[in-house]
């Protein structure tokens, strides 16, 4: 998605009327011109993201620590997060039409301030619920001088979020959406019953697989699944396919595909993304100088599902939602680094 050039003693955006983004030039491999499917009913143009709402407490550090070892240095700060919410925020900042998001949050001061947040974005947020007595979820992030990261996630509130909470969304509210995007800091069990009751409605479904290691134990989600997006390592969690080579990385995808899903996307970080249906593309990343990585992901799929709901092929849904998660990682923060749609061309 960026291609990364780490810039030690002062990392920053660019000045003020250049652009961030330096295409790389690359070999495009079979082109994929995957549309939705023709027997499928195309009931409205909206998207409903169902996931995670977190409170990011962030460390930058000059390094990131080895286990055992301490690092000095620094600052902190706090910033709004959470899968679910960042894929939320990214959407609706992008979208023509209000982004529903299901999700809950504790009653508590995170929450609450969370729930002040979102309700600032272009969201319906009617259908987040406030757990009583329960904790918000919070993670914790250190950030490296190059932009990586390393989280840890306590979900609290998270796993409260239920089959029965996704039943009480109107069928007028799905009816008026063409895509469904999810991802598993949510409990399994919600998530397959969303994706089941998206595809039985005729939606597009994407699944962001993240954190991949149960749905390893569960791949009964991935028949319902048309569009997947994992990274490179969820790729190898779920397949046991070394992703370490390009060809290890399109094995996976295709792996992906034969165990259920229709269509893969697999992000690369700095070298972009591969397209994976019945042909194959691949995606160039972008010359940036990365500040933080930690929401690339998260702007990409809410990005590609805003492209998919307006009618854009999966390859350039993909290219828009590639120079998204590019813009992101220039900026510091999850939420607070994801573009809006003036940001990106309508071209890329």
Not at 241 to 257: E, H
Request: charged share 25%; aromatic share 2%; glycine share 10%.
């Amino acid at each position: 998605m960026a291609t990364v050039e780490s810039d030690k003693d002062s990392p920053s955006a660019p000045a003020d009327g250049q652009s961030p983004l330096q295409p790389i030039q690359t070999e495009q491999l079979l082109r994929f011109n995957g549309e939705r499917r023709d027997s499928d009913p195309m009931p409205g143009t909206r998207v409903i993201v169902v996931g995670s709402v977190n409170t990011d407490l962030v460390i930058r550090s000059p390094l990131l620590p080895r286990p055992g070892e301490t690092v000095l240095g620094g600052e902190f700060y706090e910033a709004a997060g959470g899968k679910g919410a960042n894929q939320a925020v990214a959407a609706a900042r992008v979208a023509r039409e209000p982004v529903v998001f299901v999700a809950a949050v504790g009653d508590d001061g995170y929450g609450r301030r969370a729930l002040e947040d979102l309700s600032r974005e272009n969201l319906e947020t009617g259908w987040i619920k406030t757990v009583a007595g329960a904790a918000s979820g919070v993670a914790l992030i250190m950030v490296g001088h190059d932009g990586e990261n390393l989280i840890a996630v306590a979900p609290g509130a998270n796993d409260d979020l239920t089959p029965d909470d996704l039943d009480a969304l109107g069928d007028d509210v799905v009816a008026s959406a063409s895509v469904w995007l999810t991802s598993l800091e949510i409990p399994l069990e919600t998530a397959l019953g969303g994706l089941r009751r998206a595809r039985e409605a005729g939606l597009t479904t994407l699944l962001n697989p993240a954190p991949a290691g149960e749905l390893r134990e569960r791949q009964d989600l991935l028949p319902y699944v048309d569009v997947l997006t994992p990274n490179e390592s969820e790729a190898a969690v779920l397949t046991g396919i070394d992703c370490s080579t390009p060809q290890g990385v399109l094995n996976a995808a295709r792996r992906l595909r034969q165990m259920g899903c229709r269509q893969c996307i697999v992000t690369l970080g700095a070298a972009g993304c591969l397209v994976v249906g019945d042909e194959v593309t691949e995606i160039a990343g972008h010359r940036v100088t990365a500040i933080d990585t930690t929401a690339a992901g998260d702007a990409f799929n809410g990005v590609l599902a805003v492209g998919l709901a307006e009618g854009r092929s999966l390859v350039e849904a993909a290219r828009w939602a590639n120079r998204a998660a590019a813009l992101a990682v220039t900026r510091r923060g999850a939420q607070p680094s994801l573009p809006r749609r003036s940001e990106l061309s309508e071209n890329d």
